[in-house]
């Protein structure tokens, strides 16, 4: 099961963290650029949606104008 409000969490830290747009995540993570608006309005994900998101942060390989802390 997914904790909703821990996962927007780990969401809105990487956003942070690697300076991208929202509507950038989204993207590249679910191809939604509204994914991200969803979530901080209450969306809860799939079991896989979530999947994907996660791993889409786990391989995420910073370019040389995000912040890579």
Known sequence: MIEPNAF????????????IAATR???????DPKFVFD???GRSPSWRTAERVKA????FQPGPTEASQ
């Open 8 to 19: 927007k969490a780990e969401i809105e830290a990487f956003i942070k963290k690697h300076g």
């Open 25 to 31: 995540f989204g993207k590249e993570a679910v191809g």
């Open 39 to 41: 979530i901080r309005e």
């Open 56 to 59: 889409f942060m786990s391989d």
